[in-house]
């Protein structure tokens, strides 16, 4: 018996390949937020929307960085309520176990992924980020 084919969501037709000038502003989608948030890859999927290159890669950045607050206030809440539940119980070890894991895992997920989608965006390549909810959606689709 063969198993059905899992259905994904299909690639938008973008060029494989960006202008130097597409390609910087890819770069910069995906690194910007390191300095102004989420607000970086908005501003530029914004202003050019017309490259498809760079709207590609400023959308993936910007449903990534804004699924990672979503992530994060949900982690607040869960982290707080166990970290409240282990210290009530005097397991604080535990406690300070869970907050390390959880800056670490979120120091990751903010540094490499979107240097990995920096390095796909100045070769030429397409980049999808990782557990990303997808809020804004391709042109047609």
């Given amino acids: 018996m063969t198993e059905p084919a899992q259905q994904q969501e299909p690639e938008p037709e973008v060029p494989p390949e960006g202008s130097s000038d597409s390609r910087a502003w890819a770069v910069a989608a995906?690194?910007?937020p390191w300095v102004?948030?989420?607000l970086g890859p908005l501003f530029i999927w914004l202003a050019k929307k017309d490259d498809p290159y760079v709207e590609?890669?400023?959308r993936g950045a910007l449903n990534y960085h804004l699924s990672l607050i979503l992530y994060g206030f949900g982690w607040i809440?869960?982290?707080t309520t166990a970290v409240?539940?282990?210290a009530v119980f005097g397991v604080e070890v535990f406690a300070l176990i869970l907050v390390g894991l959880s800056f670490l895992a979120f120091i990751y997920l903010g540094?490499?992924?979107?240097?990995r989608g920096a390095i796909k965006a100045s070769n030429g390549d397409l980049y999808?980020?990782?557990v990303t909810i997808r809020f804004i959606r391709a042109p047609g689709q």
């Fill in 128 to 130: 999808r980020y990782p």
């Fill in 56 to 58: 590609y890669h400023a």
């Fill in 36 to 38: 102004i948030g989420f």
């Fill in 30 to 32: 995906h690194l910007s």
């Fill in 111 to 115: 540094l490499v992924p979107p240097i």
């Fill in 84 to 86: 409240v539940a282990f």
């Fill in 77 to 79: 809440v869960v982290g």
